[in-house]
């Protein structure tokens, strides 16, 4: 697995996608028009709300062969939502814009292999509505400040180079001076980046691990020096960044895996460049173990010693999670700078002042720390 990985890059993770699929009342959509262009893929008609044809059946077996397929088809829901935070632990109150479904990479312990029913990848052509609704949204308490991210459901860049939604959403978001935008990824796709006016409204995040665990467990992503190339590229247009240690892995070696991958961040990527850093250990809804080791059986990630937490997913006991974030947390306070907020994502109050000697109530709550990185 290695070897091949190594033989062929995965920095635009789209390369895997064999067959498009339009949804019929969207074949003569603008964007949908723009998309087939760019993809130069073969492409098929699928009646309104049906499933493509082949891709029926188990989600989970189907994964694999579904990632290949991507729907393209209007979101009859809302696109922008709360974050599915849990008040057992600190929430940083972000907002989620629903782009899509799914991705073409394939790391082991995604969550939404245990969260969809479609194994095929979906992306939103109604784009006139997600921009309308987010008007409305926006404009309607323009003192109320919004971190708004589309990397809860997709991976936000993996299929950009032929959606284009970046240009879209980066161009939006330079003329609202109350919200933020958010592009998370674990790819190296961000041509469409350049040139444009962002005004400072948009923040590039890249998943970071370490290395053995991103050639392991992270399967068809950018490696990890493809990552920060990417991320240096954004920060020289003057994108402000953001990274998330998330979900931190324990396994032998951790340690110099993830000062490894600390190293190489601060080597390569301006330390002032970046807004925000998070810590998450791995955790998991509890039926995704089945579903994971199923479908890496090569993986060990999950035969390990876990703990129901509050929120009712399997996760590292505390002693273990502080000595995790403990051994990170001191390798990033040596390079990062002072005005960078490093956060939990889903942690204790307990957790937080073990680690980082405070409760995030203290400063106004986690929100607050993270608005002010960008809007003071």
């Known amino acids: 697995m290695t070897a091949q990985r190594e033989k062929r890059s995965w920095r635009d993770p789209s390369k895997y996608l064999r067959h498009i699929h339009v949804e019929e009342g969207c074949v003569d959509l603008p964007v949908t028009r723009e998309i087939l262009e760019r993809a130069q893929l073969p492409w098929s008609v699928v009646p309104e709300r049906q499933a493509?044809?082949?891709?029926?059946?188990?989600?989970?077996?189907?994964?694999?062969?579904?990632?290949?397929?991507?729907?393209?088809?209007?979101?009859?829901?809302?696109?922008?939502?709360?974050?599915?935070?849990?008040?057992?632990?600190?929430?940083?109150?972000?907002?989620?814009l629903s782009t899509g479904m799914n991705c073409p990479m394939d790391c082991a312990y995604c969550i939404l292999q245990a969260y969809m029913n479609t194994p095929w990848i979906t992306h939103y052509v109604n784009t006139g509505d997600l921009l309308a609704e987010l008007d409305r949204v926006l404009d309607a308490d323009p003192s109320r400040l919004h971190r708004i991210g589309t990397g809860e459901f997709t991976d936000s860049l993996a299929l950009d180079r032929i959606t284009g939604l970046s240009r879209i959403l980066v161009e939006y978001f330079a003329g609202k001076p109350n919200a933020v935008l958010e592009l998370k990824t674990k790819s190296a796709v961000v041509g469409n980046l350049a040139s444009l006016a962002h005004r400072g409204r948009t923040v590039v995040a890249w998943s970071?691990?370490?290395?053995?665990?991103?050639?392991?467990?992270?399967?068809?992503?950018?490696?990890?020096?493809?990552?920060?190339?990417a991320a240096a590229q954004c920060a020289a247009w003057g994108y402000r960044l953001a990274f998330h240690f998330d979900p931190i892995i324990d396994y032998p070696g951790w340690q110099d895996g993830y000062r490894e991958t600390i190293r190489l961040l601060f080597a390569r990527v301006p330390a002032a460049s970046i807004a925000w850093i998070s810590l998450g250990a791995l955790r998991y809804l509890p039926h995704l173990k089945e579903i994971g080791v199923e479908r890496f059986p090569g993986s060990s990630i999950y035969f390990q010693e876990f703990v129901d937490g509050l929120d009712g997913k399997s996760r590292y006991y505390r002693k273990r999670r502080v000595g995790l974030y403990q051994y990170i947390y001191r390798q990033l306070m040596q390079c990062a700078d002072p005005r960078t907020c490093i956060y939990f994502c889903m942690e204790s109050s307990e957790v937080w002042q073990e680690v980082m000697g405070f409760d995030p109530e203290a400063e106004g709550g986690i929100a607050a720390m993270l608005d002010r990185t960008v809007f003071d």
Do not use: I, W
Not at 214 to 228: K, Q
């Open 52 to 96: 493509p044809d082949g891709l029926d059946g188990d989600c989970a077996a189907n994964l694999s062969h579904g990632k290949q397929h991507l729907l393209l088809c209007r979101n009859r829901g809302q696109f922008f939502k709360p974050c599915p935070g849990t008040k057992e632990y600190r929430c940083c109150k972000y907002e989620v």
């Open 208 to 229: 970071l691990n370490s290395p053995a665990v991103v050639r392991r467990e992270e399967l068809r992503s950018a490696t990890l020096v493809e990552r920060l190339e």
